[in-house]
């Protein structure tokens, strides 16, 4: 019962399945040879199609066996139409019904109809005799009633349009009797009405006709030659009026079929027999009949599936001419000799990988062309691919998925499909159907690690690599390229795409800025793994970046007060004894480890035996107790180090008194104010030489100019000049603002109808042949020539995946670069590539401000000076976009380097070079010979060795007392302080970088020798005698530089009055329009874009002579030019004021 309930639940699933597949047979009758383009009916609307959905779904006439498709189908009218000449002779033969095989396939969902097309016969065939002629041989004995073959006429039609019937000439002899085979087909015997005699007449000539039942009806003729032989007894009989037998297909050559005989009664000559078939077409003469003995053998291919069966006419003729007839039939038995035929009718590939099992994908026929059971045939495919066959309408099989697909496991299946017939022997074939799985973003990216950590110095360069992330994506193309990106948040505030960015194609991680351990320890970012799917897929890791500390930080000195002029002062107890706390050095270092480990120690000290420092707590103690004999005034240089490599540090000084309170201090004056007032004199003495030698200077040159201009020849000129009111320089360019020069374009749009690619193959060369049927066959070809036409499906390529380019700092406005390269393989405007920047900021500008690309070449400008100190390098983005509709582009990063050039001089800290005051240091007087007495403390804004400064004492008031450091700037003494060494000494340092060329600074050093401030006498300036010395060297320089301006003076007034003489006049008469805002021809105007461009007018300007008066005036003028509103008329004087009065020659002008 379950079996039962089983196999009927299979058998309606199966009638399901043909309902969904098959909504049921369509017929149309048609009659043959149908004009090409005739419509045969609206399968469409007969079926119930949506028509709108007809091409969507890929609807197609097909033909079971692959043969010739004979209709075709209208997708936007859902007609069925004649395609090629439908004949029915040529289809079925003699059939009695002609049925056309035709499908209709629509996918999405796979859809089978089948088309059965009844083709009518039409009259278009006449009747015909085998024989242009029948040759009669009859005995003049035979007698009355006698009957003689005649044959048949064949008509390739069928029913009413074949053969009807035949009428004989009008004759004295004989008459026409027609009979019909048991096929229905109709043969005449020619009936003797009439005794024939051989001496009266030896030969009869007949008309035979063969007639149709068509429609206009149409006749076929043939001649019978009737030869009237001398008597003769008996004609041979037949052993058997018709003979039957069988034979199977393809039976070889020569096998013996039959033997059929027959026997005359006469004797001799008259008795002997000669067999032969009548009237047999040449597409049935598969059979050899031996004329003596009758046997029947086989004369060519036996083929049960075109021909079932044979019936022909035997003769048997003795030696005298009479004749006797049979039947010869012939049954051919099928045999197992054709393969199963596999024909794939639909298949959807690719395959979506998330096809839900049980989907169809492909429909196979197949087709057996023997009979009954050997026409049986069994369908299978091998079994390890997840697909299987569903038998459908007979011979209809469903390729239908079984499980999930996979195309990351596998992406592609070669499916072998086996088809085996039920003979005897069974005959089988296969086919091989190749399936891709087409992609679907199933994947998202997956990141090698789970989180990534980056380790950095602090200081470290701006675009420095920190590390790299990497994302595996297992899907095919743009599914399964992966693009890294910034996930927003914010670092202390700020952007964390102002701390680092991410390369989208490589996943490396660059720092944006420079850290500082001080302010920044870590912080953690996020990047995105983004696929290029639809819609895209996306993972996130994290990424920690710690920043390790760098000793960049020198101590910091919290007590005593570094700041201002003034000094700190601690008061120490007469009565401190040793080991008692005096003061505290308290500093502070912003590295952290060892970098932060200060310690500190005294440098320099009034009394190196007297106090002492703790090392590491900055304690200032007394070593011993105080006593009288110990000054009043005691100085400490207090030096902070910390632990770093290399160590930093930083130094104060400490003032103490010994004293119980403030009372027994002397008062502490300041330097004199006679001291700042004899620099400012000196100054204001150099300032004035200066102004005077630039007077002086500017009255020589006025003189010599309009001297020079009474020499020079006049020009005469009566006439206006028209110069645009706006006039505006050659090579002035407006950009808009957007970094690129624009250019103007046409579209054309070509479109193709196949997969083509230009790019590959631009041109076809297609030769159409085309060959008839006949015998033999003719042709004829035509060549076709095809241009593929280009579609803008190539985006510009760069050269390179990123470029570098290198310019040195204080460069030049308008300087190039470097320059990219775009290919774009397309043609004409669709691979003409523009350049452009991308719109971005550098530091806080648009990138514009900064350099600039030619749209045209790739070549990038700098449109500013660049300074290192303030920017030492950038990143600007190209894109490369072509002409086409729509365009496509690309980008390319390009990383500017900005070098360090020798621009900065050093830069003095200590002593200060600002104001009015000197720095005095105090030098006791017991100091030795390397004791450390200041130190010059400076800085250059350079890097590398522009930086790299050097310290010389260019002047000292004595040169053998004091050296300085070459490196250090230390300024020791070389040697033990005397008594007879000047209490007062001024150094002047010259602070020198290893540039090319070197740049220096200079500073003066004021140092007093003494122990202690009390034997300081009241500080007065420098003295007047010294002052007076140095005024008076000023004077000198003063009066030698206005002595040498008033000898050029004199020389220069002289040249000119001799050089007038010598010069003709011209004479100018006439209107010079000025533009009213004019700038100059070097003047570029890029509007923030940076892009210059190259177009230049040129101006000539000539005499006719070189000592001639006539003025030539010469000029190029543009479509553009207005005239001004605007005239400057006419006088000399007003021609020198507009074109100068310098010595500029007017003869010849060139730019």
């Not at 309606?12 to 043959?32: C, H, K, M, T, W």
């Not at 110095?457 to 910034?486: F, K």
């Not at 923030?1088 to 007018?1097: F, H, K």
Request: proline residues 5%.
């Amino acid at each position: 019962m379950d079996y039962r309930s089983f196999a009927l639940r299979r058998v309606l699933a199966l009638i399901f399945l043909v309902l969904q597949r098959v909504n049921g047979d369509v017929s149309y009758s048609v009659p043959e040879e149908m004009k090409r383009g005739s419509v045969v009916g609206n399968i469409g609307k007969d079926l119930g199609l949506d028509l709108a959905r007809l091409s969507a779904r890929k609807a197609r006439i097909d033909t079971e066996d692959n043969s010739v498709k004979y209709c075709s189908l209208n997708l936007n009218t859902g007609e069925l139409i004649v395609q090629e000449r439908i004949d029915r002779e040529a289809l079925c033969e003699k059939k009695a019904s002609c049925v056309l095989k035709q499908e209709l396939v629509l996918e999405n969902p796979l859809e089978l109809h089948r088309i059965s097309i009844h083709v009518q016969d039409i009259n278009d065939n006449s009747p015909q005799f085998k024989e242009e002629s029948i040759k009669l041989e009859i005995r003049e004995s035979a007698v009355k009633g006698a009957r003689f073959l005649l044959g048949e006429a064949h008509d390739a039609d069928i029913g009413q349009n074949t053969v009807q019937g035949y009428t004989l000439q009008q004759n004295d002899h004989f008459k026409l009797n027609v009979n019909t085979k048991s096929s229905n087909r109709k043969y005449c015997e020619l009936l003797l009405d009439k005794e024939l005699d051989r001496e009266d007449k030896q030969e009869l000539q007949l008309l035979l006709t063969a007639v149709d039942g068509g429609s206009p009806q149409r006749s076929g003729t043939v001649v019978i030659h009737v030869t009237v032989l001398d008597a003769n007894d008996n004609a041979p009989v037949f052993s058997q009026s018709v003979y039957k037998t069988s034979l199977p297909e393809n039976s070889p050559l020569d096998t013996l079929v039959i033997t059929v005989s027959a026997a005359d009664a006469d004797e001799g000559v008259n008795s002997e027999i000669t067999y032969g078939f009548d009237h047999v077409l040449e597409d049935e003469n598969v059979f050899l009949l031996d004329t003596k003995t009758g046997v029947v053998r086989v004369n060519g291919a036996i083929d049960y599936e075109k021909i079932p069966s044979y019936e022909m006419q035997i003769s048997a003729k003795d030696g005298l001419g009479l004749v006797a007839y049979a039947t010869l039939i012939i049954e051919i038995t099928d045999v197992n000799d054709n393969a199963p035929v596999i024909h794939l009718k639909s298949l959807t590939n690719p395959i979506p990988e998330n096809v839900s099992p049980g989907s169809e994908v492909g429909i196979i026929n197949v087709q057996d062309r023997d009979s009954e059971n050997n026409r049986q045939v069994r369908c299978s495919i091998q079994q390890n691919v997840p697909f299987k066959l569903v038998a459908s309408i007979k011979n209809y099989y469903s390729l239908v998925t079984t499980g999930q697909l996979d195309r990351e496991l596998v992406s592609d299946y070669n499916i072998t499909i086996s088809a085996t017939d039920e003979g005897s022997p069974p005959l089988s074939s296969s086919k091989s159907v190749h399936l891709s799985v087409a992609d679907v973003n199933d994947n998202p990216p997956v990141f090698e690690e789970q989180s990534y950590s980056a380790y950095v110095s602090e200081n470290n360069r701006a675009g420095s690599t920190l590390c790299s992330v990497s994302a595996r994506d297992p899907d095919w193309r743009q599914n399964g390229t992966v693009i890294y990106s910034l996930l927003a948040a914010e670092v202390s505030g700020a952007p964390v795409s102002s701390y680092v960015s991410v390369n989208g194609d490589t996943g490396v991680i660059h720092a944006v800025r420079s850290f500082d351990y001080e302010q920044l320890r870590s912080f953690k970012v996020h990047v995105m793994a983004r696929d290029n799917g639809s819609p895209p897929l996306s993972s996130n890791v994290s990424v920690s970046v710690f920043v390790s500390d760098v000793n960049d930080n020198p101590p910091q000195i919290l007590y005593p007060a570094p700041e201002g002029n003034s000094f700190m002062t601690e008061l120490v107890p007469k009565a401190a004894h040793g080991g008692s706390l005096v003061s505290k050095v308290i500093a502070v270092d912003a590295d952290s480890g060892q970098n932060a480990w200060l310690s500190y120690h005294i440098v320099q000290s009034s009394d190196p035996g007297l106090f002492t420092i703790g090392v590491h707590s900055g304690e200032i103690r007394t070593q011993r107790d105080i006593s009288e004999s110990d000054s009043m005034k005691q100085n400490l240089i207090v030096a902070v180090k910390d632990n770093g490599q290399p160590s930093l540090s930083a130094t104060c000084s400490m003032y103490l008194l010994i004293s119980d309170n403030l009372a027994e201090v002397p008062e502490l004056k300041d330097i004199s104010y006679e001291e700042k007032n004899s620099k400012l004199t000196s100054y204001l003495i150099i300032a004035l030489v200066c102004v005077s030698t630039f007077f002086l200077t500017f009255i020589i040159i006025i003189l010599g100019v309009r001297f020079c201009r009474r020499r020079k020849p006049r020009m005469l000129f009566d006439g206006a000049v028209t110069i645009p009111g706006a006039y505006l320089p050659p090579n002035y360019a407006d950009v808009d603002g957007t970094g690129t020069l624009r250019s103007a374009y046409n579209y054309d749009a070509y479109l193709t109808t196949g997969q083509l690619d230009r790019e590959l193959v631009s041109d076809y060369n297609i030769t159409i042949s085309a060959t008839d049927e006949g015998s033999p066959p003719l042709s004829s070809s035509k060549s076709v020539h095809l241009s593929v036409a280009d579609v803008n499906d190539n985006p510009p390529v760069f050269e390179e995946q990123s470029y570098s380019a290198y310019v040195r700092e204080n460069n030049r406005a308008g300087s190039t670069l470097c320059s990219v390269s775009a290919r774009d393989p397309d043609w004409r405007q669709n691979g003409t590539v523009i350049y452009s920047l991308l719109a971005a900021e550098v530091s806080g500008a648009p990138v514009s401000s900064y350099v600039s690309v030619n749209g045209d070449t790739g070549v990038i400008h700098a449109v500013r000076s660049f300074d290192y100190e303030q920017l030492r390098s950038f990143k600007v983005h190209v894109m490369a976009r072509d002409n086409g509709s729509p365009p496509l582009s690309s980008n390319v990063s390009v990383s500017v380097f900005v070098s360090d050039v020798n621009d900065n001089p050093p830069q003095i800290l200590y002593p200060a070079p600002e104001g009015n005051s000197f720095m005095t240091e105090l030098v006791p007087k017991a100091a030795h010979g390397g004791s450390l007495v200041s130190k010059v403390i400076a800085v250059d804004a350079d890097s590398g060795q522009n930086a790299w400064l050097s310290y010389h004492i260019v002047q000292s008031s004595d040169p053998g007392l004091f050296t300085i450091g070459v490196h250090s700037g230390e300024i020791r003494t070389q040697r033990d302080i005397s008594e007879s060494d000047s209490m007062k000494q001024n150094l002047i340092v010259a602070v020198k970088d290893n540039g090319q060329p070197s740049l220096s600074a200079t500073c003066s050093m004021y140092l007093l020798i003494s122990d202690n401030l009390a034997e300081v006498p009241e500080l007065k300036d420098i003295s007047y005698e010294e002052k007076n010395s140095k005024l008076t060297s000023y004077l000198i320089i003063a009066l030698v530089c206005v002595s040498t301006f008033f000898l050029t003076f004199i020389i220069i007034i002289l040249g000119v009055r001799f050089c007038r003489r010598r010069k003709p006049r011209m004479l100018f008469d006439g209107a010079v329009t000025i533009p009213g805002a004019y700038l100059p021809p070097n003047y570029a105007d890029v509007d923030g874009t940076g892009t210059l461009r190259s177009a230049y007018n040129y101006d000539a300007y000539l005499t006719t002579g070189s000592r001639t008066s006539d003025f030539k005036f010469v000029t190029s003028y543009n479509d553009n030019t207005l005239p001004a509103e605007q005239t400057l008329r006419k006088s000399p004087s007003d021609f020198a004021d507009v074109f100068g009065d310098g010595d500029s020659s007017p003869e010849v002008g060139t730019h």
